[in-house]
Structure formats: structure tokens, C-alpha cells
Nanobody
Framework: QVQPVESGGGVVQAGGSLRLSCGRT?????MGWFRQPPGKERESVAT????????YYAEFVKGRFTISRDNAKNTVYLQMNNLKPEDTAVYYC?????????????????WGKGTLVTVSS
């Protein structure tokens, strides 16, 4: 049904920006971005409801990151601005089937393989 595939990672200097894309999504699923710094546990970053009408952001990215989706293109985006070295991580896109226009932050059903974001000082 869905097979999230991330792209857009790379190396950027602190203060710079990147936009991540997650393809092969579906409007039947709430979507989310998660990240896992090397040697650390995975954490939620931002999630978005099926329609895109509701979003959730972790406190450490509020005001810097924006999650959005284009259901006509089956794609979810994460615009990352003012990147900091501590944002360095593998970023994962994940999907969860929902039957309401709600955001979710746990128990995702389908995961991409991740894309690496490295922020240099």
C-alpha cells in the first residue's frame, strides 16, 4: 500500500537549509518524520495528518522545520531551516494508517530506510 522512500539528505553548514522528500506515500496514512543521531535513540521530529490539516512538531524543531504534504504527488516534505549540528542524524519517513484526520507520534506501521543529514559547524 505504501513504501516510504526518503531523499534529500546531505551535508550542510550550520544555519543552512535542506528539504527532505518522502515518496510513495498515501493520503490514507498519517505521516511522520523521525530521526536517529548516531549512537542515540530514534526520536520523533514532525508528523502530519492525512489531509495535512493538522501537524505536530517536537519542541526542538519548532520555528525551524516545516512538515507538509502533497497528496496528489503522494509525497511528504520536511523543510529544515537554520540547521544546527545537533540536527545531524538519519532521518526516517514513516506512515500509519488512520481513519480520521489525526496526527500520530508513535506506533508507525511502515518505515523508509532513511536519509542521512549531516550539519557541520
Amino acid at each position: 500500500q505504501v513504501q516510504p522512500v526518503e531523499s534529500g539528505g546531505g551535508v550542510v553548514q550550520a544555519g543552512g537549509s535542506l528539504r527532505l522528500s518522502c515518496g510513495r506515500t498515501s493520503s490514507s496514512y498519517a505521516m511522520g518524520w523521525f530521526r536517529q543521531p548516531p549512537g542515540k535513540e530514534r526520536e520523533s521530529v514532525a508528523t502530519i495528518s492525512r489531509s495535512g490539516g493538522s501537524t505536530y512538531y517536537a519542541e526542538f524543531v519548532k520555528g525551524r522545520f516545516t512538515i507538509s504534504r502533497d497528496n496528489a504527488k503522494n509525497t511528504v516534505y520536511l523543510q529544515m531551516n537554520n540547521l544546527k549540528p545537533e540536527d545531524t542524524a538519519v532521518y526516517y519517513c514513516a506512515a500509519k494508517r488512520t481513519f480520521g484526520d489525526v496526527v500520530v507520534t508513535a506506533n508507525m506501521d511502515y518505515w523508509g530506510k532513511g536519509t542521512l543529514v549531516t550539519v557541520s559547524s
